[in-house]
């Protein structure tokens, strides 16, 4: 299958670059989508970070070199470490201990194999979606600023949400709601180069007040997904069916447009609570 091949030539790309420059972009563009929406997709059929994974694969290449006689320096050079201190970190963190010491006889080390995409069909339960094209709308909002290659934005994406709900900034987003898609969104943006912008916004053609900010969501057709369950499971649980049981089958792929998140009103622990996951789509 064209998508599945796609991605393992992403892989295959990883590997041939383990020493020089991973260009985020460039694996986009193999994979069939942008830089943002394959760091995504990689995550969730892959279950750790791109970032992590790159480490990892490092740290076992440059395992076997030094078990092979190579010095501590040379090795951390060639794998774009600028420092033997960032290296040493690096590589206990997935050995357990100092470079130096997979040099001796008989230390164990760990293998991280690279990965290989494979299609599994599963059926487990149906996926309720319709497809939607959209013109172009404007959210208003709070918003932040992350690294595309910092597995780090797992966790301050979910902070955000925090400090909006602790700071009473959730109601004055919601008060200025008028347009469709309704309910409270979650937009994630890619804006070019490293960077993607996360905001916690609605739909409205209203002023953007101070302290807010707004963006426009270009025109688009999307995959709309409805999400039964409490939260985050239920959300995370669908996100990775749609990408790894889905996409690959739909004869659709990523687009370059932000994912959506919507939430409804109510008790979001609550096992009949609502929301749905919007997935840019362009046909194949």
Same mark, same amino acid.
């Given at each position: 299958?064209?998508? =599945?091949?796609?991605?393992?030539?992403? #892989? &295959?790309? %990883?590997?041939?670059?383990?020493?020089?420059?991973?260009? !985020?972009?460039?694996? /986009?563009?193999? *994979?069939?989508?942008?830089?943002?929406?394959?760091?995504? %997709?990689?995550?969730?059929?892959?279950?750790?970070? !791109?970032?992590?994974? #790159?480490?990892?694969?490092?740290?076992?290449?440059?395992?076997?070199? =030094?078990? &092979?006689?190579?010095?501590? =320096?040379? @090795?951390?050079?060639?794998? /774009?470490?600028?420092?033997?201190?960032?290296?040493?970190?690096?590589?206990?963190? %997935?050995?357990?201990?100092?470079?130096?010491?997979?040099?001796?006889?008989?230390?164990?080390?760990? *293998?991280?194999?690279?990965?290989?995409?494979?299609?599994?069909?599963?059926?487990?339960?149906?996926?309720?979606?319709?497809?939607?094209?959209?013109?172009?709308?404007?959210?208003?909002? @709070?918003?932040?600023?992350? =690294?595309?290659?910092?597995?780090?934005?797992?966790? +301050?994406?979910?902070?955000?949400?925090?400090?909006?709900?602790?700071? /009473?900034?959730?109601?004055?987003? !919601?008060?200025?709601?008028?347009?469709?898609?309704?309910? !409270?969104?979650? @937009?994630?943006?890619?804006? /070019?180069?490293? &960077?993607?912008?996360?905001?916690?916004?609605?739909?409205?053609? +209203? +002023?953007?007040?101070?302290?807010?900010?707004?963006?426009?969501?270009?025109?688009?057709?999307?995959? @709309?997904?409805?999400?039964?369950?409490?939260?985050?499971?239920?959300?995370?649980?669908?996100?990775?069916?749609?990408?790894?049981?889905?996409?690959?089958?739909?004869?659709?792929?990523?687009?370059?447009?932000?994912?959506?998140?919507?939430?409804s009103d109510g008790n979001q622990q609550a096992e009949d609570y609502r929301s749905e996951v919007w997935l840019p789509i362009i046909k194949k």
């Amino acid at each position: 299958m064209e998508w =599945l091949r796609n991605l393992n030539e992403a #892989i &295959n790309y %990883i590997e041939e670059h383990l020493t020089g420059e991973i260009d !985020l972009n460039k694996l /986009g563009k193999i *994979a069939g989508c942008s830089g943002f929406h394959f760091q995504r %997709i990689f995550s969730y059929m892959a279950g750790l970070p !791109l970032s992590e994974y #790159i480490r990892r694969r490092k740290m076992t290449r440059a395992a076997l070199e =030094l078990q &092979n006689g190579e010095k501590v =320096l040379d @090795v951390a050079i060639k794998y /774009g470490y600028d420092s033997p201190t960032a290296f040493n970190r690096a590589f206990q963190s %997935i050995h357990g201990f100092a470079p130096s010491f997979a040099k001796l006889e008989g230390v164990a080390l760990k *293998a991280f194999p690279p990965i290989s995409f494979k299609m599994t069909i599963k059926g487990e339960a149906e996926m309720n979606y319709r497809i939607e094209k959209k013109e172009a709308f404007r959210i208003i909002g @709070v918003c932040g600023h992350y =690294l595309v290659e910092n597995e780090e934005n797992f966790e +301050q994406i979910p902070q955000l949400w925090q400090k909006a709900a602790m700071e /009473g900034t959730i109601p004055p987003i !919601l008060s200025l709601m008028n347009r469709h898609p309704f309910g !409270l969104l979650g @937009v994630s943006t890619y804006i /070019g180069g490293e &960077n993607f912008d996360y905001y916690i916004a609605v739909a409205s053609d +209203q +002023q953007a007040p101070d302290g807010m900010q707004e963006y426009i969501v270009p025109e688009c057709t999307w995959a @709309v997904f409805e999400c039964i369950g409490p939260l985050p499971h239920a959300m995370q649980s669908l996100q990775k069916r749609i990408i790894t049981e889905w996409l690959p089958t739909s004869g659709y792929e990523y687009a370059d447009a932000p994912d959506i998140e919507v939430y409804s009103d109510g008790n979001q622990q609550a096992e009949d609570y609502r929301s749905e996951v919007w997935l840019p789509i362009i046909k194949k």
